[in-house]
């Protein structure tokens, strides 16, 4: 078990939990904790055992944005230059599902890390935000790209420009979440939620998970190209051959890879 300080790893069956813990500064990521984010992230990809991975933080707060305190000091060139903040490559490449359970605020950084997971789930507590602007600065973890595909223009121009906050109310409203849930009961539904996805035959949720991506990234004709090709490629795994079988002789299928 790697020693991590800025994170708290656990795994319970197929599920992985990968809990921020700065709490002194409301879950800021630091340097120290996105490099240890995503290299346990990555570590839990690989892992053939491993259905999927929530990401959460406290009941405060999810995290409140990139360390303003570790950029008071940094100039153009160092901020350019990318060592301040690791790279968020390893998050946005694995195929695994991630879930980003957010109590509390989810702000700047935060925000943009819940956009980097494939289901957002609310604590009706949560508050969402790219307040950047007031610090006089711009989101920088995809803020301006994501949001925009998440919630439209208008609204996420509304967010972005005045730096205002999105209770979980109007951010389920606007689409940024997947669903709101008590915020006593945020962690269960999480798991049970992971649980769930985790149960699915993993060569098609990997497959699924690829394609959603697609429709974020490109055309509407290559995107229906990817799931096309992978549609069919799917037909070459056992767990076709076991699903669809089930089906037709009225039992539970017996998947080999989940
Ligand atoms: N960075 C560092 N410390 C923080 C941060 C933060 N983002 N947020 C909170 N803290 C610290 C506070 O300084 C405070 O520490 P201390 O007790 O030592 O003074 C502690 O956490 C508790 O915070 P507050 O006392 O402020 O708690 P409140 O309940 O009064 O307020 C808020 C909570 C509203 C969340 C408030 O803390 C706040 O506004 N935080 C900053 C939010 C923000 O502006 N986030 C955006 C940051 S910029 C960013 O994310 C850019 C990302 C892109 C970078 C890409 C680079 C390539």
Redesign the pocket.
């Given at each position: 078990q790697t020693e991590y300080t800025a994170i708290i790893t656990e795994t319970h069956g197929r599920v992985a939990t990968i809990t921020l813990n700065r709490p002194?500064?409301?879950n800021?990521l630091s340097n120290t904790l996105i490099t240890e984010l995503v290299s346990a992230a990555a570590g839990f990809d690989a892992d053939p055992n491993i259905g999927a991975i929530i990401i959460t933080g406290s009941e405060r707060a999810f995290a409140?944005?990139?360390?303003?305190?570790a950029m008071l000091d940094l100039e153009y060139a160092d901020?350019l230059a990318g060592g301040v903040?690791p790279s968020w490559d390893g998050l946005e490449r694995m195929l695994t599902p991630t879930i980003a359970a957010v109590s509390g605020?989810a702000?700047?950084?935060g925000c943009?890390l819940a956009m980097m997971c494939d289901i957002i789930l609310a604590g009706d507590n949560a508050k969402f935000g790219q307040?950047?602007i007031?610090?006089g600065?711009i989101?920088?973890?995809g803020g301006t790209q994501r949001l925009p595909r998440a919630i439209g223009k208008y609204k996420a121009a509304d967010m972005v420009l005045t730096g205002r906050m999105m209770d979980a109310e109007e951010a389920e409203r606007s689409g940024l979440v997947s669903r709101v849930v008590p915020a006593a009961e945020l962690l269960d539904v999480a798991k049970q939620t992971a649980e769930l996805i985790a149960s699915k035959p993993l060569p098609a949720v990997k497959a699924a998970k690829n394609a959603l991506q697609a429709a974020e990234e490109s055309s509407l004709s290559e995107g229906l190209r990817v799931e096309q090709i992978a549609f069919a490629a799917l037909f070459a795994t056992e767990d076709q051959t076991e699903g669809m079988r089930a089906f037709a002789e009225k039992r539970e299928a017996n998947f080999k890879h989940r």
């Amino acid at each position: 078990q790697t020693e991590y300080t800025a994170i708290i790893t656990e795994t319970h069956g197929r599920v992985a939990t990968i809990t921020l813990n700065r709490p002194e500064a409301l879950n800021a990521l630091s340097n120290t904790l996105i490099t240890e984010l995503v290299s346990a992230a990555a570590g839990f990809d690989a892992d053939p055992n491993i259905g999927a991975i929530i990401i959460t933080g406290s009941e405060r707060a999810f995290a409140a944005g990139a360390d303003i305190k570790a950029m008071l000091d940094l100039e153009y060139a160092d901020v350019l230059a990318g060592g301040v903040f690791p790279s968020w490559d390893g998050l946005e490449r694995m195929l695994t599902p991630t879930i980003a359970a957010v109590s509390g605020f989810a702000l700047g950084g935060g925000c943009e890390l819940a956009m980097m997971c494939d289901i957002i789930l609310a604590g009706d507590n949560a508050k969402f935000g790219q307040p950047e602007i007031n610090l006089g600065v711009i989101p920088g973890f995809g803020g301006t790209q994501r949001l925009p595909r998440a919630i439209g223009k208008y609204k996420a121009a509304d967010m972005v420009l005045t730096g205002r906050m999105m209770d979980a109310e109007e951010a389920e409203r606007s689409g940024l979440v997947s669903r709101v849930v008590p915020a006593a009961e945020l962690l269960d539904v999480a798991k049970q939620t992971a649980e769930l996805i985790a149960s699915k035959p993993l060569p098609a949720v990997k497959a699924a998970k690829n394609a959603l991506q697609a429709a974020e990234e490109s055309s509407l004709s290559e995107g229906l190209r990817v799931e096309q090709i992978a549609f069919a490629a799917l037909f070459a795994t056992e767990d076709q051959t076991e699903g669809m079988r089930a089906f037709a002789e009225k039992r539970e299928a017996n998947f080999k890879h989940r």
